[in-house]
């Protein structure tokens, strides 16, 4: 088992980032305003998304359909994106409220890298495996601006990049909680091959640092 005081930051969002499909310029926009739309709360219309970043739909719909991890309703709308989904499409123990508008994340690390692509402070509030109890955070576009309880920690994997492009939700998101206290994330980690404990402040550092190399200027 790993513990937080050994881990390579930078190797573990290198690791992710290899993981996921790469982005050119124009699909980094896209990608920041999907999530955006989708974080309003309500199905977003592949043509409103068109509209958003001013392209016709047939340039984006293309897109949409061959990226992983986006999913559509009955009606063709996305209502779920890489870390982020309605409440109504997918059940998570990981909420987080932004603007008044509830949310499911896939994961606890999600809540610590989408509010510097959403530039939205997020209210969060996730579900321990093991004890059930609640870990709150405020988290900010720039950090973490409270945790509860202080000493939460959160688990993590390294991801293979073709069993996370095909099925993240089962490949990672269910390996990444967080806990209450170390001791309690221990127990889990112990249990689960390939899994470490980071603190909060690490894994919000891997996900800026992730966010960054994704993005790059589309975030500036």
Known sequence: MLTNYKVDLDAI??????????????????????????????????????????????????????????????????????????????????????????????????TLFLPQLLDKEATVTSTSPTSGINVHLTVTPEG???????????????????????????AFCCFVHFFPTRKTGESWVAEHDGTFLLSIEQGLAVAHRKNMAQYGDALR
């Open 13 to 110: 969002a290198t690791s992710f980032v290899n993981a996921l499909p790469k982005l050119d310029s124009f699909e980094q926009h896209l990608s920041i305003e999907l999530y955006r739309l989708l974080a309003g709360g309500q199905p977003v219309p592949c043509a409103l998304l068109a509209e958003r970043v001013g392209v016709v739909i047939e340039k984006i719909n293309p897109i949409l359909k061959t990226w992983p991890g986006v999913f559509f309703d009955s009606q063709d709308q996305v209502v779920g994106y890489w870390g982020l989904s309605l409440p109504a499409s997918y059940e998570s123990p990981h909420k987080m409220t932004i603007d008044g508008q509830t949310l499911s994340a896939w994961c606890a690390w999600d």
């Open 144 to 170: 973490v601006k409270q945790a509860n309880p202080a000493d939460a920690q959160m688990s993590f994997l390294l991801p293979d990049a073709e069993s996370t492009q095909k099925d993240i939700l089962s």
